[in-house]
Nanobody, 130 residues
C-alpha cells in the first residue's frame, strides 16, 4: 500500500481556482490508479475524478458530471503525485477532498466506487464562498 497526503485546499471565491495535490509514498506509485472523492457536510462521499494506471503512459481519466469541464486530473509519476485542477469553482464544490489509490485499475467501474480503493489520504478542506 501507499501512504497519501493531500495539500492545496483553502478558501476561494466562486469562480476561482485551486489545485489540489496528493503525494504518495513508496516506489510503486505508477502501479496505482488514483481517485479524488469529496464529502460535503451532511452528505455522503461522492466520486469526483480519477486517473487510471498504465504500463505504457496512456491514461484514462473520468469525471463526475458535476465537475466535467471544470476539473482536470493528472499525474506526475516522477514526483509520485496526482493533481486535481479545479476551475470555475462553485459554492456547491465546498467539501473535504480526499485522494485514494487502487492498484492496476483502468475502468470507470473500477474507479468510481470508493469502497474498492486500497489507500486513502486524510483529506483537505475546500471552501468556496459566494
Amino acid at each position: 500500500q501507499v501512504q497519501l497526503v493531500e495539500s492545496g485546499g483553502g478558501l476561494v471565491q466562486a469562480g476561482g481556482s485551486l489545485r489540489l495535490a496528493c503525494a504518495a509514498s513508496g516506489r510503486t506509485f505508477s502501479a496505482y490508479a488514483m481517485g479524488w472523492f469529496r464529502r460535503a457536510p451532511g452528505k455522503e462521499r461522492e466520486f469526483v475524478a480519477a486517473i487510471s494506471w498504465s504500463s505504457v503512459s496512456t491514461y484514462y481519466t473520468y469525471y463526475a458530471d458535476s465537475v466535467k469541464g471544470r476539473f482536470t486530473v493528472d499525474r506526475d509519476n516522477a514526483k509520485n503525485t496526482v493533481y486535481l485542477h479545479m476551475n470555475n469553482l462553485k459554492p456547491e464544490d465546498t467539501a473535504v477532498y480526499s485522494c485514494a489509490a487502487r492498484r492496476f485499475s483502468v475502468s470507470y467501474r473500477d474507479l468510481v466506487s470508493g469502497g474498492l480503493y486500497d489507500s486513502w489520504g486524510q483529506g483537505t478542506q475546500v471552501t468556496v464562498s459566494s
